[in-house]
Nanobody
Framework: QVQLVESGGGLVQAGGSLRLSCAASGIIFRLNRMGWYRQAPGNQREHVAT???????NYADSVKGRFTISRDNAKNTVYLQMNSLKPEDTAVYYC?????????WGQGTQVTVSS
């Protein structure tokens, strides 16, 4: 049974930082790409960042230079370090995993950035 469990969300003031974590089980973690998506109320789910099995990364333009995705294969965990947070970063953040696309999703963690 595949499980992706996000943690680290919360309420932060604009300009602050948060680090999200996603612990994976039931998959061969080191072989999977891992990603973060987010969904704000009334909006579609959007891609935030991806890290491949070979540690290549890519980011949405809106978060480049502020967010950093990383992974620890020994801990089966992917992270999203979010700095210089803005109110428009407020959303539910989801972890995703898969080989080519994304087959598995977590339940999400709320991030709220106050102005």
């Amino acid at each position: 049974q595949v499980q992706l469990v996000e943690s680290g969300g919360g309420l932060v003031q604009a300009g602050g930082s948060l680090r999200l974590s996603c612990a994976a089980s039931g998959i061969i973690f080191r072989l999977n790409r891992m990603g973060w998506y987010r969904q704000a109320p009334g909006n579609q789910r959007e891609h935030v960042a991806t890290i491949t099995s070979s540690f290549s990364t890519n980011y949405a333009d809106s978060v480049k230079g502020r967010f950093t995705i990383s992974r620890d294969n020994a801990k089966n965990t992917v992270y999203l370090q979010m700095n210089s947070l803005k109110p428009e970063d407020t959303a539910v953040y989801y972890c995703a995993s898969g080989r080519l696309g994304y087959d598995y999703w977590g339940q999400g963690t709320q991030v709220t950035v106050s102005s």
